[in-house]
């Protein structure tokens, strides 16, 4: 595994990578950066593991990069010496929290955190998802891992009534009371869930046709959602609503 180190002061940058080479000398510090801005530009080059993030820096906080330019495609493990910020942390999903001066069984125990999380979703596991899904056209007793800060939830694909994008996020609902917020986009889910009868009716929305009980018209027109909730359908996304509702009825 590999990390980039982000914090505008030398001292706290040098102490990290010492104390990485005394408790996990496999992972191999790639890049650092003073800011968040030279933060974003080596994180879309060098594509790490493991991003650890200093909150306090000059120009914009690493809460404030994360609020704006996540999720990203790596663990994120913030560092700082005020405590204060640990909830809006972990808010974001970030994988762990330390407190400076960094302890190391606090950077032990992040760094197994970290290789748990890599160990687990993978892209070769998407990948190997996909084909499963792809070649098994039931949701019936299926069922669709998802992380956030609580843990790993298994979310039956039949009972998932529709996919919402907030921002960074994308909201879960499930059955009539239950959503579930995790840091990856819309985008991931939607080849993924496509052969469950999951269609996207908007760019916030991906909504699993069987949970469908009312269409509304209009421009694009509204789903009404068996939890009553409503969904917009834009315009461009209202044929391919029509012809799948259309085919569905004909079966």
């Known amino acids: 595994m590999n990390c980039i180190i982000t914090d505008d002061e030398q001292n706290s940058r040098e102490a990290l990578k010492n104390l990485l080479a005394l408790i996990a000398p496999t992972i ?4 650092e950066a003073v800011n968040t801005q030279e933060a974003k530009l080596l994180v879309e080059k060098l594509n790490p593991d493991i991003l650890f993030l200093d909150i306090n820096m000059p120009g914009q906080t690493g809460i404030e990069f994360l609020e704006t330019h996540g999720p990203l495609n790596c663990q994120v493990i913030f560092t700082t010496a005020y405590n204060e910020y640990a909830v809006k942390a972990f808010r974001l999903n970030a994988i762990d929290f330390l407190l400076k ?14 290789t748990t999380y890599k160990t ?3 892209s070769q596991q998407l990948q190997a998802t996909q084909a499963i899904i792809k070649n098994n056209h039931t949701a019936h007793n299926q069922k669709l891992a998802v992380s956030n800060s609580d843990g790993i939830h298994f979310l039956e694909i039949q009972n998932i009534i529709y996919i919402e994008a907030s921002g960074p996020y994308t909201n879960f609902y499930i059955n009539e009371q239950n959503k579930i917020t995790i840091s990856k986009p819309l985008k991931e889910y939607d080849e993924l869930l496509s052969s469950f ?5 908007h760019q916030s929305f991906l909504v699993n046709i069987n949970h469908i009980k009312k269409y ?3 421009d694009g ?6 939890n009553d909730h409503e969904v917009e359908v834009s315009r461009r996304k209202k044929d391919n609503l ?3 509702l259309k085919n569905i009825a004909l079966k």
Request: proline share 5%.
């Open 28 to 31: 191999q510090v790639v890049a």
């Open 216 to 218: 509304i018209k209009g």
């Open 197 to 201: 009868n999951f269609l996207r009716v």
């Open 221 to 226: 027109g509204q789903l009404i959602m068996t």
């Open 101 to 114: 001066p960094i302890d190391p069984d606090d950077l032990e125990s992040a760094i197994k955190k970290a």
């Open 242 to 244: 029509m012809e799948m």
């Open 120 to 122: 687990i979703f993978t």
